[in-house]
């Protein structure tokens, strides 16, 4: 019982913007997770804290951090079905899985973020036209009500209770355990096609020629990186991956199915130069010449997990933008919003915001979630040194331009946005506002993010 005492911590979002000094609970058990839950008035649920800004750091009350329950429950290899403790990483799982010939269907821009947090923020990977978000290859979730009660939901069985947790921010409990269902793959391995683009056009005309082979294969992955520098005609070049699953027939003889792949320690990861690097002049000098090294080329073999997480090889990426950190500020368009991507990052390179990491991806089909991210179209993400940031509405007339188009800022992500689009962004705020309050009449969940963007009814 000792151990599940509260303890003292000093958090931040990922992003190193926020912090916050707070009461933290790890409860190990069932008993003294709902013991916990009784006995505090306001909880902010919390995985591994990748969540760029406040979505997983509290206003009032304490933390529940679920990091510690982090067990494979069981794995059925015939079926490809987990079920898993909620406070288990991705990465663990991916370890566990892909050696048998079985992948997560979705997997985010990092391995290093719990099963929870990834249904509650209902995560996106490189794939969503074919495969859609994570909360649509959740076959269940066990989840504690604020009234100690645990209730197994899925979309047949309560399905506003499930997809208001799905996509739902820690608001509507605690998800304790889910059943996830695993794809099976070939092997461990992707083909990687790239292009060099030259302006902006050229880039989405890429991205959606791409998107339509993604709409037909769940397994086809695309990304853009654009050049943040480029300006006037090259504006929104870039360099454009395609991967796809490789099978045997793709791979030399002497390549094994299943790399061993796995990211351990810090050996393998990529040092940069260091703390507070970023700068315009590193930026500038950057963009340009990864650019000009970003030749076109196809059918380069990666490993699969090099291939979808990236930045899981650069942990000290926050690091490098110095005390204050980094805002990612990203947003998702209809496709018939593309000129609000132009208007972006002119809006950006003229307010002297150039930004460290440019990158767009094709959104496929919406899920079912009041509050989920992901609606048919593009989006982008853009890295900002925060000290630019010299206004905390900075980057309000972006806000306007995106709900404009009929879009939104991604909450998983966010620590800047006008609260007084969010209906807007998320037109069906008020249905998932109904389902929060019947599963927590009381109001015992809260975070930094729902109070300062007023989610909660
Ligand atoms: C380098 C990097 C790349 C990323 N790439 C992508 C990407 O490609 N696509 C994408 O969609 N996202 C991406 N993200 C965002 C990240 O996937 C989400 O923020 C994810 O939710 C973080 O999970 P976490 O376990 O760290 O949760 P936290 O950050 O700790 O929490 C996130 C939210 O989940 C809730 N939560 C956590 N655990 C539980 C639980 N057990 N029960 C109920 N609620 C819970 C919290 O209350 C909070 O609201 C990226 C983040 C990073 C740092």
């Known amino acids: 019982m000792m151990l599940d005492a509260p303890r003292t911590q000093d958090l931040a979002g990922w992003g190193r913007t926020v912090h916050r000094t707070t009461q933290v609970r790890r409860p190990t058990f069932d008993t003294a997770l709902v013991e916990a839950v009784l006995a505090e008035?306001?909880?902010?649920?919390?995985?591994?804290?990748?969540?760029?800004?406040?979505?997983?750091?509290?206003?009032?009350?304490?933390?529940?951090?679920?990091?510690?329950?982090?067990?494979?429950?069981?794995?059925?290899?015939?079926?490809?079905?987990?079920?898993?403790e909620a406070g288990a990483l991705l990465k663990d799982v991916i370890d566990l899985t892909l050696p048998s010939g079985w992948k997560l269907p979705v997997v985010p821009g990092t391995e290093r973020v719990t099963v929870g947090g990834a249904i509650a923020s209902d995560v996106h990977g490189k794939n969503h036209p074919g495969a859609g978000s994570f909360g649509q290859h959740v076959h269940w979730l066990a989840l504690l009500r604020s009234d100690a009660a645990i209730v197994?939901?899925?979309?047949?069985?309560?399905?506003?209770?499930?997809?208001?947790?799905?996509?739902?921010?820690?608001?509507?409990?605690?998800?304790?355990?889910?059943?996830?269902?695993?794809?099976?793959?070939?092997?461990?391995?992707?083909?990687?096609?790239?292009?060099?683009t030259r302006s902006l056009d050229e880039t989405l005309?890429?991205?959606?020629?791409?998107?339509?082979?993604?709409?037909?294969?769940?397994?086809?992955?695309?990304?853009?990186?654009?050049?943040?520098?480029?300006?006037?005609?090259?504006?929104?070049?870039?360099?454009?991956?395609?991967?796809?699953?490789?099978?045997t027939l793709d791979l030399p003889t002497a390549v094994p199915p299943f790399p061993e792949t796995r990211i351990t320690g810090t050996r393998r990861r990529r040092s940069l130069p260091g703390p507070g690097i970023v700068s315009r002049a590193t930026i500038a000098a950057a963009s340009t010449a990864r650019w000009h090294?970003?030749?076109?080329?196809?059918?380069?073999?990666?490993?699969?997990?090099?291939?979808?997480?990236p930045l899981d090889r650069v942990e000290a990426w926050p690091a490098a933008f110095g005390r204050r950190g980094l805002v990612q500020y990203q947003f998702a368009v209809p496709p018939e919003g593309s000129g609000v991507l132009r208007e972006v990052l002119v809006y950006l390179g003229t307010h002297g915001m150039t930004p460290a990491l440019t990158t767009l991806k094709n959104l496929g089909f919406g899920t079912a979630g009041p509050l989920s991210f992901s609606i048919p179209g593009w989006t982008l993400a853009v890295d900002l040194p925060a000290r630019w940031l010299h206004r905390l509405d900075a980057l309000r007339p972006l806000d306007k331009l995106v709900a404009s188009a009929g879009g939104r800022v991604y909450l998983a992500k966010d620590s800047v946005t006008?609260?007084?689009?969010?209906?807007?962004?998320?037109?069906?705020?008020?249905?998932?506002?109904?389902?929060?309050?019947?599963?927590?009449?009381?109001?015992?969940w809260t975070s930094g993010l729902a109070e300062r963007l007023g989610l909660l009814p």
């Open 418 to 444: 006008d609260p007084e689009l969010v209906p807007r962004m998320y037109p069906r705020i008020w249905s998932w506002q109904h389902t929060q309050q019947r599963l927590d009449p009381i109001g015992r």
């Open 293 to 309: 090294a970003g030749r076109s080329m196809n059918s380069q073999v990666l490993p699969l997990r090099t291939a979808l997480s």
């Open 152 to 196: 197994q939901l899925s979309a047949g069985l309560d399905a506003d209770a499930f997809w208001a947790t799905v996509g739902g921010m820690g608001l509507t409990g605690v998800i304790l355990r889910a059943a996830l269902q695993l794809e099976r793959v070939d092997t461990g391995w992707v083909i990687r096609n790239r292009r060099r």
């Open 41 to 84: 008035p306001k909880i902010t649920v919390r995985g591994a804290g990748r969540s760029y800004g406040d979505a997983a750091l509290p206003g009032a009350g304490i933390v529940l951090d679920m990091t510690c329950r982090d067990r494979i429950v069981s794995f059925d290899e015939g079926t490809g079905v987990l079920v898993v």
């Open 205 to 247: 005309e890429a991205m959606r020629a791409i998107s339509v082979r993604q709409e037909l294969d769940p397994d086809r992955h695309a990304i853009a990186w654009l050049d943040g520098h480029a300006h006037g005609r090259t504006l929104g070049r870039g360099i454009v991956d395609e991967f796809y699953g490789a099978s």
